[in-house]
């Protein structure tokens, strides 16, 4: 049994541990990868689009100086060409003039092939100004954006030419790369540690779960689930204690059963052993104590067969193994005659029974069945009724066809916390065991096995020192006609039942 609930130690690939962990590291590393591949694949492309829209700019406002304020535009032009680290060329008909800040490109040497093919686009292109890129095959920081601009209004024949990187710097690669890896690490950090946090969180309650369980099975009942995290484990803990609780009633009604049964069992063959020592011993040449003898030993076998047919009965209701011989027959005839039955017999016995029929109704039903039903609920109450020895049975029509049987005591009633175990086979309540009241605890589990068979509500309404009333209820059916094949008591008794 433990071998399969034991807590493995290895790393257990199946783990709610593992798997919390593996998904949050797999995850941490795809955030990972697709921040490197940003900055790998995309990065060049979003510089080069935000460079050609800086390169605009820049060359708007060179435009302007250019037109507006000649007289400052050298000094304009060379702080522009530092600051932004690009090349700027101004062409007017007359001369050239060149305003160089480009650190970054170190193949300075092809600025002039660069500027002779915008040259050419631009003469060739309607629009007032172009750019173009020169991929550098030996190295990306020498790739760069080339711009060209008619400028000086619409007299004028000036070309502004505009050479930029189109790679950012090595020392923003670096601290591109610096930050990325930072980031990188306090992801997989992170990431680590809400793996750990969160598996810990969800694992421990289900391994502690899981130990409860494992003391419950070694029968430990005392063993309390504790679920504390989560409204699912919370949930799953409430369950287990209270299948916890009903393992241990369970088993405390099997010892009693066991018990119970032993009892009732060893007590007869005692009595039996007993008499017949007796017959051989003692009486066995006196005729008449012999006799006697003997009666006690049969109705001791009579006992123990009682017992066994119901032990038998509980087993076959309950496996549903029972064929029930239904017919159409008046429930108040039937319940009249248990009580002519236990009339004769009580009236011994100082009971005082009333019987209170309701007029005839007819039910569909094992009649046999539903009379030890009946016989079940009045021997019950002649057992429990102690000094109040009054009973009454009642037959009464409840709302639309429906008809019911009650037997009210007024003895021992049942405690409240007890009175839905009543039903259970082998029950006995407490009160009873105290008092030694002969009985196996079947006969209600036989009741409550016909009464579902007959699809019938059944019930007990008792309060512990005041007394009981058993009942069951059927659907009433109409009288069956004459012709119609029902057993009446005439015919059951011409028939010898
Ligand atoms: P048994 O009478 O053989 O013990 P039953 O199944 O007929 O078994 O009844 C189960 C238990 O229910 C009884 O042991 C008794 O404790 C309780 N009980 C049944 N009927 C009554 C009653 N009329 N008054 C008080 N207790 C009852």
């Known amino acids: 049994m433990a071998e399969y609930i034991r807590i493995d130690k290895k790393v257990d690939t199946g783990s709610i541990k593992t798997a919390t962990l593996v998904s949050f590291v797999v995850f941490a590393l795809v955030l990972i990868a697709f921040l490197w591949s940003l900055m790998y694949f995309f990065m060049n492309t979003y510089y080069e689009t935000l460079r050609t829209q800086e390169v605009i700019r820049t060359a708007n406002s060179i435009e302007t100086q250019y037109n507006q304020h000649a007289d400052e535009f050298d000094r304009f ?129 289900i391994e502690n779960l899981t130990k409860s369980a494992t003391e419950l099975s070694k029968g430990n009942y005392n063993v309390k689930f504790d679920g504390a995290g989560f409204t699912e484990t919370k949930e799953l803990a409430r369950a287990l204690n209270k299948a916890s609780y009903e393992m241990e009633k369970t088993d405390f009604y099997q010892r009693e059963i066991i018990a119970n049964v032993s009892h009732d069992l060893k007590t007869p063959l005692t009595m039996i052993r007993s008499y017949a020592e007796k017959i051989i011993d003692i009486s066995g ?35 549903n193994n029972v ?25 011994s016995e100082g009971f005082e029974m009333h019987f209170h029929p309701c ?43 429906k008809v019911a049987f009650h037997c009210i005591d007024h003895g021992m009633g049942i405690p409240s916390d007890e009175i839905g175990h009543v039903w259970d086979k082998y029950y006995r309540t407490s009160a009873n065991h105290e008092r030694g009241i002969e009985g196996t605890g079947l006969g209600l589990a036989i009741v409550k096995g016909i009464l579902n068979l007959h699809s019938a509500k059944y019930g007990v309404n ?34 010898g039942e």
């Open 359 to 401: 007029k005839s109704t007819y039910v569909v039903g094992d009649r046999s069945r539903i009379m030890q039903v009946m016989t079940n609920f009045v021997s019950n109450a002649v057992k429990y009724s102690g000094d109040n020895k009054f009973i009454d049975i009642q037959v009464v029509r409840t709302g639309t066809k």
């Open 285 to 319: 040449d006196n005729p008449e104590k012999r006799n006697s003898d003997l009666h006690i030993i049969i109705s001791e076998t009579e006992r123990l067969n009682r017992l066994v047919t119901d032990m038998m009965s509980v087993s076959n209701l309950q496996s």
């Open 77 to 205: 032009a060379v702080q522009t060409a530092g600051a932004n680290g690009i090349y700027i060329r101004i062409d007017s008909e007359t001369e050239s003039h060149v305003y160089d800040g480009t650190s970054a490109i170190h193949e300075t040497g092809t600025f002039g092939r660069d500027i002779q093919m915008i040259a050419d686009k631009l003469r060739n292109s309607p629009l007032e100004s172009v750019t173009a890129t020169r991929m550098s095959s030996t190295s990306d920081e020498n790739s760069r954006l080339i711009y060209a601009a008619h400028i000086g209004g619409t007299s004028s024949t000036s070309t502004l030419y505009i050479i930029a990187p189109l790679y950012p710097d090595p020392v923003t690669i670096r601290i591109v790369k610096n930050m990325l890896m930072y980031i990188s690490l306090i992801v997989l950090t992170v990431a680590l540690m809400l793996a750990f946090a969160l598996s810990g969180r969800l694992a421990n309650p």
């Open 323 to 347: 064929e029930l011989h239904k017919e159409t027959f008046d429930l108040v005839e039937a319940a009249e005659d248990v009580y002519e039955s236990f009339k004769v017999l009580s009236s």
């Open 462 to 495: 008792s309060e512990e020192g005041k007394g009981s009333d058993f009942w069951f209820e059927m659907d009433s059916v109409k009288k069956p006609s004459p012709r119609s094949k029902t057993n009446t008591k005439e015919e059951r008794s011409s028939s």
